[in-house]
């Protein structure tokens, strides 16, 4: 985990032992997303299109490649890391639907970034993707993206009030994304079941 506050954001992910430049910038990511998104876009070329977030391609993407940019997508230099997994739990399947989306709800997080941090997205000449990140999450309850991860999210079974449990599956439909399990989510929530 780096720290915020004197170590700089990475400009490169290490695979095998070597550090390998990458764009940084937050719309490069945001458009890494849609990429893989795109079903428009064959799965075998979605590989070879990874090498673009490289500064430097290299000649041959290999898995370790592909991970690192997973990692880099995921901040994962941001997060606490477990010193231990238990090698014995369960591997734990969880297919919830998508609470955020960066094109769909791209006006609300454009109105936040302007209206709390006077940041201006579509201005900014460059914005780390891990600063983005960090700014995201941290958006305060009342903002339009929070509002709409938390109604996306909620549990409506955890919820005992009859009219609050009708006001929130109304707006839960009308903010709902779209979202299909792939085929390989339903073999697992299959294969989970049994």
Known sequence: MINLFYEPFPDFVTVNGRNCPVVTDFREWIRLHDLLRDENVPQRSKIFLLAEWFVNPPALLAEAHIQA???????KDLELHKDEEDENAEPEINFKPPVFDWKIDSKYLIADFRQFYQINLLQIKY?????????????????????RIYYRSVDLRQIKDKNEKKRIRKIKKSIALPYEMSDEQIGAALAAAL
């Open 127 to 147: 914005l780390h993707w891990f600063e983005f990140t960090a700014l995201f999450q941290a958006l305060p309850e009342e903002s339009q993206c929070q509002k």
């Open 69 to 75: 940019l997973t990692d880099f997508y995921l901040v």
